[in-house]
């Protein structure tokens, strides 16, 4: 049975970091491309990163682009997205999705952060982060 579990949210203040985490169990992450999405009331689920399975390559929307970053840890079947400079509008719960696709790049560009949903086949449950002073 797979399960995604995403950790790590918090109360921030703008301009503060914070790292959130999404761990699995039932499946292997590194065979896997991941993305992270995240959602805010009222609004739709938006697409913000994607690591590659095939050579864990990364792939940014411009709403995070140079802020956000996506890493694995391997040893611990582990995706984790570092988020710096943050601001009042990254306030969203938080969600990771695996895929089959090899590249996110390829699967990406095409696509906008709305869509990108319709990429992914399992989700967490999400993580709330709210940057607020």
């Known amino acids: 049975q797979v399960q995604l579990v995403e950790s790590g949210g918090n109360l921030v203040q703008p301009g503060e970091s914070l790292k959130i985490s999404c761990a699995a169990s039932g499946l292997t992450l590194d065979y896997y491309s991941v993305g992270w999405f995240r959602q805010a009331p009222g609004k739709e689920r938006e697409g913000i990163a994607c690591?590659?399975?095939?050579?864990?390559?990364?792939y940014y929307f411009d709403s995070v682009k140079d802020r956000f970053t996506v890493f694995r840890d391997s040893a611990k079947n582990t995706v984790h997205l570092q988020m710096s400079r943050l601001k009042p509008e990254d306030t969203a719960v938080y969600y990771c999705?695996?895929?089959?696709?090899?590249?996110?790049?390829?699967?990406?560009?095409?696509?906008?952060?709305?869509?990108?949903?319709?990429?992914?086949?399992?989700w967490g449950q999400g993580t709330q982060v709210t940057v607020s002073s």
């Open positions: 999705a695996t895929a089959t696709f090899h590249r996110c790049a390829l699967a990406m560009e095409s696509l906008s952060p709305r869509t990108a949903k319709y990429e992914y086949d399992d």
């Open positions: 690591i590659s399975k095939s050579d864990s390559s990364t």
